[in-house]
């Protein structure tokens, strides 16, 4: 573990990238939060987790949700192979998990990560035993429902040799707790030959402020998706996961869907380090910008022979006044790699629109279709329940607006 009075030194770290955000604003969300027994009867939440793709449904190995900064719910119906805990639980049962807390993600990186792990903040941990395939996905839920607070979580999932899993993650707030700060820090690690598809929804309010902080460690023949949706305002959110593709075949994919509406400030991306020989990564963004500031960063690093990449930054602006910005980077330190990148910033042609109005569209309609098509179309393997979710939530942006 880090020294505590070094990490204290990062408490006014700001981050190498976004608006920084002054902690001292926000009180703490509560521990201790109201229990759910089941989400079909919370009419208090149900709404606001349904709208992120959360609910009771039969096809989901396992549920976890947290409010503000303790566990609410957890059920899990594949016990035999996937263990689900709180983060702390873990930390208190099993000695061997401190080997992999703050293993993947430096306390010291900045501000956020530093007061995460001075606090010990909980959050979820998921472990898939080694060799077993989970039938459905696992899905978890972090909701802010305090305002002028910050929700501090601290994430492990572990994906033992051989497993496989999914997880779907829908974060959100709250009407009333708009004006808040939500900061998750999520450790992942892959064994060999192990897969996790992690895809996230999200829905925030258009004051708050969200501050994720994820990085992977990949084992050989691993494989690693992870799927960013955010097409509702927010206030302001910087995301940047990094994946280490340390054993030999390991794949990872980024896929990032976002939506910068007035007002929105959004910075996101994903970078790549593929250490071993044989990986490869592929980055593929697609962003809209409707009014709002639109970031889309992505970074490959090639350290060893046979590595494969491509990075993709495609970016729409539907209406003046917002800012779109397309940062691609591409960094070897060995001969034997081969990576690309493609980045575009436009509008839609007027003459797709005209087209799709000649044949019985209106206008919006049209644009719709086409939005829809740019936002999700282009990105293979996406699975179908988030490409359901991605239709809904592009119908709720009403974007051919």
Not at 23 to 32: A, K, Q, S, W
Not at 201 to 213: A, D
Not at 301 to 326: F, M, P
Request: aromatic content about 6%; proline content about 2%; charged content about 25%.
């Amino acid at each position: 573990m880090q020294n505590g009075e070094d990490v204290k030194k990062a408490l006014n770290k700001a981050a190498a990238y976004g608006k920084d955000i002054d902690l001292n604003r926000f009180d703490e969300g509560t521990r201790d939060p109201k229990q759910i027994e089941n989400i079909e009867d919370s009419n208090e939440f149900k709404e606001v987790m349904t709208r992120v793709g959360v609910t009771n449904n039969e096809d989901r190995s396992g549920t976890i949700v947290f409010i503000d900064n303790g566990m609410s719910h957890c059920s899990n119906k594949e016990q035999e192979g996937v263990e689900m805990l709180s983060t702390q639980a873990a930390f208190k049962k099993y000695d061997w998990v401190k080997d992999y807390m703050w293993k993947s993600m430096d306390p010291m990186k900045d501000k956020y990560t530093a007061k995460t792990y001075l606090e010990d903040s909980d959050g979820y941990f998921i472990r898939v035993k080694q060799n077993y395939h989970a039938k459905y996905p696992v899905q978890t839920c972090m909701l802010l429902n305090k305002n002028k607070s910050i929700q501090n979580l601290h994430n492990i999932i572990i994906m033992e040799e051989g497993s496989s899993l999914e997880i779907i993650t829908g974060c959100s707030t709250t009407h009333h707790s708009d004006d808040a700060l939500h900061v998750g820090v999520s450790e992942i690690y892959i064994h060999d030959n192990a897969k996790l598809q992690f895809s996230m929804i999200h829905s925030w309010g258009k004051e708050t402020g969200v501050r994720p902080r994820t990085a992977t460690i990949m084992g050989k023949n691993s494989s690693y998706t992870n799927n960013y949706i955010l097409l509702n305002p927010v206030g302001s959110l910087q995301s940047y996961p990094v994946a280490n593709l340390n054993g030999e075949n390991a794949t990872c994919a980024f896929n990032t869907i976002c939506l910068a509406e007035k007002g929105s400030n959004v910075d996101t991306g994903g970078m790549a380090i593929l250490n071993a020989k044989n990986t490869n990564a592929q980055l593929m963004s697609r962003s809209i910008t409707k009014g709002g500031s639109m970031i889309a960063r992505g970074k490959l690093i090639g350290n060893a022979s046979g590595a494969k990449a491509h990075l993709e930054c495609r970016s729409l602006i539907l209406e003046d006044g917002g800012t779109t910005l397309a940062i691609p980077e591409l960094e070897a330190h060995v001969a034997d790699v081969e990576m690309t990148h493609e980045a575009a910033v436009g509008k839609i042609a007027r003459d797709q629109i005209e087209y799709l109005m000649s044949r019985g569209l209106t206008e919006d309609d049209a644009i719709g279709m086409i939005v829809k098509g740019f936002l999700a179309g282009s990105i293979e393997g996406l699975p179908d329940s988030l490409k359901k979710e991605i239709d809904e939530a592009i119908a709720k942006a009403n974007l051919g607006s």
